[in-house]
């Protein structure tokens, strides 16, 4: 049997995801920035926003799962060539989208103190941590909702919508988190940390109202929701997307404790490892942008039973998510002296940045290679699978290293080695499964 893609598809759809999978954690990561460089001592806002906005980025990266999991249906029933059968799913599942963000909303904003207590936050950085996150809690609804729609336009094989809609998103959280911390003499006050919060809320639903007009002027789905029967599809699609919520929580307990354990090193560290982790965040987003096009692609092909295709697939996505992982380790090792002051003044926060730094980047080659087999494997569905590798990953690699590197006194060496053990084990087990289960597709 012939290929039935090519290289072009490949990047056509990879490239835009990249675009829109930055737009959330390039938000995080310019409130970080422009926070950091506030007149003052800014070492506590700087540790309170990075760690929101890690808290942020793993929220949405599990509730994005159920983008994932509407882009799996999607390209499954396009690939079969019966997306007039899901018409009535939809608009199901963006509502259910919206109701899921404002529950979120009212379990977490009320007790944000509470929440970042746990991260062991105090005194004046838990002050500000609450604050901000309970004005970009608001958000939630907004963005699981663009995330529906995103997640539909992926299933329909077109990544540039979600593109065009997260990048105006960020251009316009950058103009107004600028305007509105700083202020404008005579015009605008300044607002300080909840001028960036603010901000970001904004180009939040600027990116839904350009989602939902690519919605309606490209695609034959619509939002009206018709009298209440729930379709077929909903079942799967719901379960679906409680497995890759369990999976991804599994990523969040790694992150919970790896922030317990800066937090207790000192405000020094727990900055560092805000600016790092919204940096390792950023880099996997942008991976993740050909983990995207495995997904799309992979579900269409699992749909249509192309086995050759299957591999073609895998071998180009990883080749290039590699090698732009490469790319942006290389750029970071010229700027690496610099980096961490487009953040911080601080000395004793730059020096531990540079200590630890290296670590970050010699993971983004093995982070390719699991995030593009993990990419795939969500497109086939297999999310009961990816729930339970992530969970035993968790447990039996990334906390027995932390402890034991904590216990030898790592400090912020034992988080990040932590990491780096956690995803080799992801990247090697995905790539040999997948080898397993095309061989058995092809038998």
């Given at each position: 049997?012939?290929?039935?893609?090519?290289?072009?598809q490949?990047?056509?759809?990879?490239?835009p995801a990249?675009?829109?999978?930055i737009?959330?954690?390039l938000?995080?990561?310019?409130?970080?920035?422009?926070?950091g460089?506030m007149?003052?001592?800014?070492?506590?806002?700087?540790?309170?926003?990075g760690?929101?906005?890690t808290?942020?980025?793993?929220?949405?990266w599990?509730l994005?799962?159920?983008?994932t999991?509407i882009?799996?249906?999607?390209?499954?029933?396009m690939?079969?060539?019966?997306?007039?059968?899901?018409?009535?799913l939809i608009?199901?599942?963006?509502?259910?989208?919206v109701?899921l963000?404002?529950?979120?909303y009212?379990?977490?904003?009320?007790?944000a103190s509470?929440i970042?207590?746990w991260?062991k936050?105090?005194?004046?950085?838990l002050?500000?941590?609450?604050?901000?996150?309970q004005?970009r809690?608001?958000?939630?609804p907004m963005?699981?909702?663009?995330?529906?729609i995103?997640g539909?336009?992926?299933?329909?094989q077109?990544?540039?919508?979600?593109?065009?809609?997260?990048?105006?998103g960020?251009?316009?959280?950058?103009?107004?988190?600028?305007?509105?911390?700083?202020?404008?003499?005579g015009?605008?006050?300044?607002?300080?940390?909840?001028?960036?919060?603010?901000?970001?809320?904004?180009?939040?639903?600027?990116m839904?109202?350009?989602?939902?007009?690519?919605?309606?002027n490209h695609?034959?789905?619509?939002?009206?929701?018709?009298l209440?029967?729930?379709?077929?599809?909903?079942?799967?699609?719901l379960?679906?997307t409680?497995n890759?919520?369990?999976?991804?929580?599994?990523?969040n307990?790694?992150?919970y404790?790896?922030?317990?354990?800066?937090?207790d090193y000192g405000?020094?560290?727990?900055?560092?490892?805000a600016?790092?982790?919204?940096?390792?965040?950023?880099?996997?987003?942008?991976v993740?942008g050909?983990?995207?096009?495995?997904?799309?692609?992979?579900g269409?092909l699992?749909?249509s039973?192309?086995a050759?295709?299957?591999?073609?697939?895998?071998?180009?996505?990883s080749?290039?998510?590699?090698?732009?992982?490469?790319v942006?380790s290389i750029?970071?090792?010229?700027?690496y002296?610099?980096?961490g002051?487009r953040?911080?003044?601080?000395?004793?926060?730059?020096?531990?940045?540079?200590n630890?730094?290296?670590?970050?980047?010699?993971?983004?080659?093995?982070?390719?290679?699991?995030?593009v087999?993990?990419?795939?494997f969500?497109?086939?569905?297999?999310?009961?699978?990816?729930?339970?590798?992530?969970?035993?990953?968790?447990a039996l690699?990334?906390?027995?290293?932390l402890?034991?590197?904590?216990?030898l006194?790592?400090d912020l060496?034992?988080?990040w080695l932590?990491?780096?053990?956690?995803?080799?084990g992801?990247?090697?087990?995905?790539?040999?499964?997948?080898?397993?289960?095309?061989?058995?597709?092809?038998?």
């Amino acid at each position: 049997m012939a290929v039935q893609i090519n290289t072009s598809q490949i990047l056509k759809l990879a490239i835009p995801a990249i675009i829109a999978g930055i737009a959330e954690p390039l938000i995080s990561i310019t409130d970080l920035a422009i926070i950091g460089k506030m007149q003052g001592d800014t070492t506590n806002a700087l540790a309170a926003i990075g760690l929101v906005g890690t808290f942020l980025s793993a929220i949405i990266w599990t509730l994005a799962q159920t983008k994932t999991s509407i882009s799996s249906i999607v390209s499954h029933t396009m690939g079969a060539n019966q997306l007039e059968k899901i018409n009535d799913l939809i608009p199901q599942v963006v509502w259910l989208n919206v109701v899921l963000g404002i529950f979120i909303y009212l379990i977490t904003a009320p007790v944000a103190s509470v929440i970042f207590t746990w991260y062991k936050a105090q005194g004046e950085v838990l002050s500000i941590a609450s604050s901000y996150y309970q004005v970009r809690a608001l958000g939630f609804p907004m963005t699981l909702c663009s995330f529906a729609i995103f997640g539909i336009f992926r299933g329909l094989q077109n990544t540039s919508w979600a593109m065009i809609a997260s990048l105006s998103g960020a251009v316009l959280n950058i103009l107004l988190t600028l305007t509105l911390v700083y202020g404008i003499d005579g015009v605008i006050p300044s607002y300080g940390v909840l001028g960036a919060a603010y901000g970001s809320l904004a180009a939040q639903l600027f990116m839904l109202l350009i989602a939902i007009y690519f919605l309606y002027n490209h695609t034959m789905f619509r939002l009206k929701l018709p009298l209440w029967h729930p379709h077929r599809q909903l079942p799967k699609h719901l379960w679906l997307t409680a497995n890759f919520f369990l999976r991804t929580a599994a990523i969040n307990v790694a992150i919970y404790f790896s922030y317990r354990f800066a937090n207790d090193y000192g405000a020094a560290h727990a900055a560092a490892h805000a600016v790092l982790m919204n940096i390792w965040l950023l880099f996997s987003f942008v991976v993740d942008g050909f983990a995207n096009a495995g997904n799309a692609i992979g579900g269409k092909l699992l749909g249509s039973k192309d086995a050759v295709s299957l591999k073609y697939l895998a071998n180009k996505t990883s080749l290039y998510g590699v090698a732009i992982a490469g790319v942006l380790s290389i750029v970071c090792a010229f700027l690496y002296t610099t980096l961490g002051k487009r953040f911080t003044d601080d000395p004793e926060v730059l020096e531990i940045i540079a200590n630890t730094f290296w670590i970050v980047l010699l993971m983004q080659p093995i982070n390719a290679v699991a995030f593009v087999y993990d990419g795939i494997f969500k497109g086939w569905g297999e999310a009961s699978y990816l729930r339970n590798l992530l969970w035993l990953l968790t447990a039996l690699v990334f906390l027995p290293v932390l402890f034991l590197l904590d216990y030898l006194e790592g400090d912020l060496y034992a988080v990040w080695l932590a990491f780096f053990a956690w995803m080799i084990g992801r990247a090697a087990i995905l790539f040999f499964k997948f080898k397993s289960k095309v061989a058995a597709m092809e038998s």
